[in-house]
């Protein structure tokens, strides 16, 4: 089966082809550089960057695979969430494509391709606890196949990518700056205690990362040297952090030391992958029971207020079944192809994390101690493939297609903020 994947969510025009299962070409067309120069994605221009070159993109990954448009079986197309703009561009161009050639179309939802991509270089386990972590979204799922994922939890304002991107914004880094953040902290070392660890000390597994992000906005405002740093970094005047340690030679002295830079972009690294990790840990207590030795939220609340710096785990006081008022919540947040899940169900067999955020280099550490602790596999995305992409539209279709699932030309484009119908048509029982 020849599956063509269309990606136009967002500011990546992406497509790719997968033919059972094997990736054969792909073609990426990013419109950071426009949008950069507004420190952010201006819907608009995206809508017509993405109409702009659809065509010319489709062209060229058929050429790239040496196939022609007749050999499609599957169009498959994200169908949000994402920009109502640009899905449209996507969605306009797989139906016409769909109907010239008798292709199935098949409608992806954009946060379980993500999800799924983990499942392209190694085989994916279900049930499995996903995190998606991306410039728009921070959830977790409980994921049962690749058609059903229920929401478990979700971020109540800033994603995590965002608050990247705001604190780059903030220092006068470069859009998107979750990269540039990642790099220069590598470069640097982690203070745990320069900031807190947003919205752990409930039992809940939402988040909430505009504090962090508010708290990285204080630390910048009383510190202009790190703005400064950030302009030596975009101007490639900083004198690498190696050059300013090392004590034989003489610095440059027209290059600006950025190291106190790279150890506050250590520590928000950090900061940003252990509160996902308190919550992605927290989320599978309560789906395999507790890790040993990890302290209770009790613990936790206590240990903070006599002062300690809380930065290890934290997590529920027990495997607990969620409550009435959180089944209601459960139910709210079901239509992104989510239920209510009921409290016999098997544990889960491994953790998935996907979306841009699951590049960061300190996210993939703390995610894999916590595998490893939990003795489950971690399955994450290759870093390119973390963030948008046509391949992981087109595995995604793929794998859907041979469920034997599919949608009529009057499928729905859905903006973000909307849920996801899972409004499949079958074309043979599963
Ligand atoms: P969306 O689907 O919401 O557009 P993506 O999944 O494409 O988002 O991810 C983009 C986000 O990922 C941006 O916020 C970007 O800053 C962030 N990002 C990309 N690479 C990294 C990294 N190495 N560390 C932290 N954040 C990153
Ligand atoms: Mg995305």
Same mark, same amino acid.
């Given at each position: 089966?020849?599956?063509?994947?269309?990606?136009?969510?967002?500011?990546?025009?992406?497509?790719?082809?997968?033919?059972?299962?094997?990736?054969?070409?792909?073609?990426?067309?990013?419109?950071?550089?426009?949008?950069?120069?507004?420190?952010?994605?201006?819907?608009?221009?995206?809508?017509?960057?993405?109409?702009?070159?659809?065509?010319?993109?489709?062209?060229?990954?058929?050429?790239?695979?040496?196939?022609?448009?007749?050999?499609?079986?599957?169009?498959?197309?994200?169908?949000?969430?994402?920009?109502?703009?640009?899905?449209?561009?996507?969605?306009?161009?797989?139906?016409?494509?769909?109907?010239?050639?008798?292709?199935?179309?098949?409608?992806?939802?954009?946060?379980?391709?993500?999800?799924?991509?983990?499942?392209?270089?190694?085989?994916?386990?279900?049930?499995?606890?996903?995190?998606?972590?991306?410039?728009?979204?921070?959830?977790?799922?409980?994921?049962?196949?690749?058609?059903?994922?229920?929401?478990?939890?979700?971020?109540?304002?800033?994603?995590?990518?965002?608050?990247?991107?705001?604190?780059?914004?903030?220092?006068?880094?470069?859009?998107?700056?979750?990269?540039?953040?990642?790099?220069?902290?590598?470069?640097?070392?982690?203070?745990?205690?320069?900031?807190?660890?947003?919205?752990?000390?409930?039992?809940?597994?939402?988040?909430?990362?505009?504090?962090?992000?508010?708290?990285?906005?204080? %630390? =910048?405002? *009383?510190?202009? @040297?790190?703005?400064?740093?950030?302009?030596? !970094?975009?101007?490639?005047? $900083? &004198?690498? #952090?190696?050059?300013?340690?090392?004590?034989?030679?003489?610095?440059?002295?027209?290059?600006?030391?950025?190291?106190?830079?790279?150890?506050?972009?250590?520590?928000?690294?950090?900061?940003?992958?252990?509160?996902?990790?308190?919550?992605?840990?927290?989320?599978?207590?309560?789906?395999?029971?507790?890790?040993?030795?990890?302290?209770?939220?009790?613990?936790?609340?206590?240990?903070?207020?006599?002062?300690?710096? %809380? =930065?290890? *785990?934290?997590? @529920?006081?027990?495997?607990?079944?969620?409550? !009435?008022?959180?089944?209601? $919540? &459960?139910? #709210?947040?079901?239509?992104?192809?989510?239920?209510?899940?009921?409290?016999?169900?098997?544990?889960?067999?491994?953790?998935?994390?996907?979306?841009?955020?699951?590049?960061?280099?300190?996210?993939?550490?703390?995610?894999?101690?916590?595998?490893?602790?939990?003795?489950?596999?971690?399955?994450?995305?290759?870093?390119?493939?973390?963030?948008?992409?046509?391949?992981?539209?087109?595995?995604?279709?793929?794998?859907?297609?041979?469920?034997?699932?599919?949608?009529?030309?009057?499928?729905?484009?859905?903006?973000?903020?909307?849920?996801?119908?899972?409004?499949?048509?079958?074309?043979?029982?599963?």
């Amino acid at each position: 089966m020849l599956c063509l994947g269309i990606e136009t969510s967002c500011d990546e025009t992406a497509l790719a082809l997968v033919r059972d299962g094997v990736v054969i070409a792909d073609v990426m067309s990013s419109q950071a550089d426009v949008h950069a120069l507004f420190g952010g994605v201006v819907p608009e221009l995206a809508s017509r960057e993405h109409y702009r070159l659809i065509g010319a993109l489709c062209d060229e990954v058929l050429r790239r695979a040496g196939v022609t448009a007749a050999d499609i079986d599957v169009v498959a197309v994200a169908r949000g969430p994402g920009l109502l703009g640009s899905l449209l561009v996507g969605m306009g161009f797989a139906k016409g494509l769909a109907l010239a050639t008798g292709a199935r179309l098949v409608g992806v939802n954009h946060l379980h391709a993500h999800l799924l991509a983990a499942g392209i270089a190694a085989e994916m386990a279900y049930p499995a606890l996903g995190l998606l972590v991306s410039g728009g979204h921070t959830h977790i799922y409980r994921m049962e196949s690749p058609r059903r994922m229920s929401l478990l939890g979700r971020t109540l304002d800033d994603a995590a990518g965002e608050a990247f991107d705001k604190v780059a914004k903030q220092l006068g880094l470069a859009y998107p700056g979750g990269r540039t953040i990642d790099e220069l902290g590598r470069k640097g070392r982690v203070n745990p205690a320069m900031f807190p660890r947003p919205y752990v000390d409930n039992d809940n597994l939402d988040f909430s990362f505009s504090g962090l992000k508010t708290a990285a906005g204080l %630390v =910048v405002q *009383a510190n202009p @040297a790190l703005i400064e740093a950030a302009r030596a !970094v975009m101007t490639g005047s $900083a &004198l690498s #952090a190696d050059a300013s340690n090392a004590d034989d030679t003489e610095p440059d002295s027209t290059l600006t030391d950025v190291s106190s830079l790279c150890d506050m972009c250590a520590s928000f690294n950090h900061a940003v992958a252990d509160t996902l990790r308190i919550k992605l840990e927290r989320a599978l207590a309560r789906e395999n029971g507790p890790l040993p030795g990890t302290p209770t939220v009790a613990a936790r609340k206590k240990r903070k207020k006599s002062g300690a710096v %809380v =930065v290890d *785990a934290g997590q @529920a006081a027990s495997p607990c079944p969620p409550t !009435v008022p959180e089944h209601a $919540a &459960l139910a #709210a947040h079901a239509g992104q192809g989510g239920e209510v899940p009921d409290t016999h169900r098997a544990p889960v067999r491994a953790l998935v994390a996907a979306g841009g955020v699951a590049a960061n280099s300190y996210v993939r550490e703390a995610l894999g101690d916590l595998a490893m602790r939990a003795g489950l596999p971690l399955l994450l995305p290759t870093p390119a493939l973390c963030t948008d992409n046509g391949i992981m539209v087109a595995h995604a279709g793929w794998q859907l297609a041979s469920l034997g699932l599919w949608h009529d030309l009057a499928l729905e484009a859905i903006p973000r903020g909307r849920s996801i119908p899972d409004d499949f048509t079958m074309f043979r029982s599963v």
